[in-house]
């Protein structure tokens, strides 16, 4: 999509439009982006479809070629593939396995685990495992 | 490529820890007799040999993907064992040691590298842990 701006002076007042055929659900995650200063994702859950800040996101796991998004207490469905996410989403997500993308401002501690691996608490006490080779992105990622 | 540097790696490692073996059997002959005993030339590619088939050995067993396919544990053991093995039959065929009195030694040194090296790895990765945490508690969310 071409991404047109304008600069305009302080006093007037900001505004975005989007000329699209469709709403599609990225277009959505950009709108919601710039009206709350934080992108959100569409989610399904027992069919009905909401909007998740990104900032509730724990996890997102792919299970089945299908996503999952979870929350504190809250699992979604999501239409989009992992590499999709990890690609739109911003750098408090880091990949920690081939199945898991993860919110590294929700893991609360790390041990370490067999084979090189982690296991991260997260701050609703869940626990996931970080692959071997995850390790050193973390690691990257925290500026190690 | 992961697997293939811990491989080129393991590799390094056993050929130098072998053969710094062999560097500190030279200065203690030297200390007894006052005189050197050269190795054959034939004994480095003995060694790199070793290397490589603890590599094979270490990259199969420890280095898999499938992590939950036979247990942590039971790999370790399985690696000990066949390194173990590899060390003794090499050691034999070699002569890089004599009678029981030499196995039993070469047996020794080999038990005390293989825990020297998890003690050493396992310091590490507390290590990482440590800063990990610490990174983690400047930009952690609040509960």
């Known amino acids: 999509m071409k991404v047109v701006f304008n600069s305009i002076s302080k006093n007037e007042k900001e505004s975005a439009v989007i000329n699209a055929a469709e709403l599609t659900d990225s277009i959505k995650m950009a709108i919601s982006l710039l009206e709350n200063g934080e992108a959100a994702i569409v989610g399904y859950k027992d069919g009905e479809k909401c909007s998740l800040s990104v900032s509730r996101i724990y996890y997102i796991e792919s299970v089945d070629d299908k996503s999952f998004v979870y929350t504190k207490n809250d699992c979604y469905e999501v239409r ?5 996410l990890e690609d739109t989403l911003d750098r408090r997500f880091l990949r920690v396995s081939k199945s898991m993308i993860c919110n590294i401002r929700k893991i609360r501690s790390v041990k370490a685990a067999e084979n090189a691996r982690m296991k991260a608490t997260l701050l609703n006490d869940e626990t996931i495992m970080i ?5 050193k992105d973390l690691k990257k990622r925290l500026g190690l | 490529m992961e697997r293939l540097k811990t491989f080129i790696m393991t590799t390094l490692l056993v050929s130098f820890l072998t053969l710094s073996s062999f560097a500190i059997r030279i200065v203690i002959y030297f200390a007894k007799n006052k005189e050197f005993f050269m190795l054959e030339s034939w004994q480095v590619p003995a060694v790199i040999l070793l290397g490589l088939l603890t590599a094979i050995s270490t990259t199969c067993l420890l280095f898999t993907k499938d ?6 544990n039971a790999r370790i053991a399985w690696h000990f064992v066949i390194c173990g093995i590899l060390v003794m039959v090499f050691g034999k065929l070699f002569g890089w040691y004599e009678g029981i009195a030499g196995a039993v030694t070469m047996f020794v040194n080999y038990v005390v590298v293989y825990a020297l090296v998890w003690i050493g790895n396992f310091f590490l990765t507390k290590k990482d842990e440590r800063q990990i945490n610490k990174a983690l508690d400047d930009i952690r969310d609040e509960e």
Not at chain 1, 131 to 135: E, H, M
Request: hydrophobic share 25%; aromatic share 24%.
């Open chain 1, 80 to 84: 989009y593939k992992l590499y999709e």
């Open chain 2, 67 to 72: 992590t939950e396919h036979v247990k942590w």
């Open chain 1, 131 to 135: 692959s071997r080779n995850y390790v």
